[in-house]
């Protein structure tokens, strides 16, 4: 049971490329969530899914695009990197929304 | 709009002290409140979840409670070790669709 896992584990990219996070989890939940983490900002929420196929946008959404093609999985596109965009993202699930949230171990994106 | 604070933003303590962790929230009308521990790079993990209708919950050396009404929650930590410092988060639950509000962290440091 691996839980929540996410690859890549770091990246860089150059202003204006593209590039998807993947999110994997294990627990048959319905929820997912993606986080971005900055330092003076805490954890912000960008998007999340409420179950296969359902997308909907967080607090931060803007420059993301997200897919739950999969039940298991959750997609992030950044269609063209901004170097606001460096930071480190968070997966987490959840089986329902009153329950705790599991999270990965994060992907951190450095955009120069 | 949902705001969460956590004060003091660091603490250092010997081993062995007995120490509180602070988090206030804006609006009272939650769902749950959670407590989570991030170690250096790495991702949360949850310690503790109270639901709206709770007063506290233990786990361990761990004691959380809540009052809705004051809109504050406190993180009680027993006999302190080295191993417990890290960040810890606040973060609380004002909707139905998952979306959880987090504080900036207390960042402990407990000294051997």
């Known amino acids: 049971n691996a839980g929540v896992t996410q690859t890549p584990k770091f990246r860089v990219l150059k202003t204006g490329q593209s590039m998807t996070l993947l999110c994997a989890q294990d627990?048959?939940?319905?929820?997912m969530y993606w986080y971005r983490q900055d330092p003076g900002m805490g954890l912000r929420l960008i998007h999340y899914s409420v179950g296969e196929g359902t997308t909907a946008k967080g607090e931060v959404p803007d420059g993301y695009n997200v897919s739950r093609l999969k039940k298991q999985n959750f997609l992030l596109g950044l269609e063209s990197a901004a170097p606001s965009q460096t930071s480190v993202y968070f997966c987490?699930?959840?089986?329902?929304?009153?329950?705790?949230?599991?999270f990965g171990p994060g992907t951190r994106l450095l955009v120069l | 709009k949902q705001e969460v604070t956590q004060i003091p933003a660091a603490l250092s303590v010997p081993e062995g002290e007995n120490l509180v962790l602070n988090c206030s929230f804006t609006?009272?009308?939650?769902?749950?409140l959670q407590w989570f521990r991030q170690d250096p790079g790495k991702g949360l993990t949850s310690l503790l979840l109270?639901?709206?209708?709770?007063r506290e919950q233990t786990s361990g050396r761990l004691n959380a409670s809540l009052d809705k009404s004051s809109g504050r929650s406190t993180l009680y930590i027993a006999a302190s070790q080295p191993g417990d410092s890290a960040t810890y988060l606040c973060a609380v639950l004002s909707g139905n669709t998952g979306k959880l509000i987090f504080g900036q962290g207390t960042t402990l440091q407990v000294k051997p």
């Open positions: 109270i639901q709206s209708s709770q």
């Open positions: 987490a699930s959840s089986y329902v929304t009153q329950e705790t949230q599991y």
């Open positions: 627990m048959n939940h319905e929820y």
């Open positions: 609006d009272s009308a939650i769902y749950n």
